[in-house]
């Protein structure tokens, strides 16, 4: 298995580029670290918009995404958008804080893949993202 590889040869995502969309600068810089502790280059936006324009640049691998981020119908169209442009499926993931009791059933059924509960952990982050982003 590709992860199993991974492990005994080093960087789990090196070369993936993630989106972060999140606006809870100690989620955003838990995450930074997490994922480029293991090579990934993170591209990290505020809002909305900042995730929309950054789409628009360079598609990412893999999108990381808060669910008050993902609330915004807006989001998961234009990754739609770009995996059809592109040709190339985003794996797109929704962040469910447990404190709010969000479903994460929602986000399922509203486009996202799949889901991580929060509070993060490291080896479920990378793991998730490089199982679910190499098998596309």
């Known amino acids: ?12 995502l090196q070369g993936l580029q993630i ?3 999140e606006n ?13 502790a293991d ?13 929309m324009e950054a789409l628009s640049l360079q ?5 990381l995404a808060s669910t008050n981020m993902l609330e915004d119908s807006q989001l998961l169209a234009k990754v739609k958008h770009q995996a059809f ?9 929704a962040l469910v804080d447990t404190s709010r009791s969000a479903n994460p059933i929602r986000f399922l059924e509203m486009g996202c893949q799949t889901y991580i509960r929060m ?16 098998s596309y």
């Open 39 to 51: 090579g990934a280059f993170v591209i990290l936006v505020n809002s909305i918009e900042e995730a």
């Open 85 to 93: 442009a592109t040709g190339k499926e985003i794996l797109t993931v």
């Open 59 to 63: 598609p990412p691998d893999t999108i």
């Open 1 to 12: 298995m590709y992860v199993e590889k991974q492990l005994r040869e080093g960087l789990l």
């Open 119 to 134: 509070p993060l952990d490291h080896s479920e982050v990378v793991n998730l993202v490089a199982t679910h982003t190499h």
């Open 19 to 21: 989106l972060v969309a």
């Open 24 to 36: 809870d600068l100690n989620h955003q810089e838990l995450l930074t670290f997490i994922l480029e």
